[in-house]
């Protein structure tokens, strides 16, 4: 089954250029090697008045029948990846979303 593996996150602060290079250029192309991990589309937050909050955001389409197995291979192949002391490691937050209704309308 197909599901986005939501992803939030902030970077130390002073340092969100560096983050950001860092996730488009390294982390989210390791991520998409991973068994099941077809993607990645990434965002920045913004409050409702338009002004970023911080956060920044990966949603990775994940194919599995196992939502749970899967993040827990992604945080099994964590060591082997090239990670960056630029994340509030402090931040992650993981979450999965699973479809509803037709794909698009």
Known sequence: MRYI?????????GREAEYDRW???VHSVEMCRLPGVRSCTR????DMTG????VFVADYEV???D????????FAAAPTMRL???IDMESP???????TGPDRI
């Open 63 to 65: 194919e599995t029948d």
């Open 51 to 54: 002004i970023e909050t911080g």
């Open 23 to 25: 996730y488009d250029e």
């Open 43 to 46: 965002y920045r937050e913004l």
């Open 5 to 13: 593996l939501h992803v939030t996150s902030r970077a130390v602060a």
């Open 93 to 99: 937050r993981f979450a999965f979303f699973k479809p």
């Open 67 to 74: 939502p749970a197995a899967l993040l827990e291979s992604v």
């Open 84 to 86: 960056t002391d630029s």
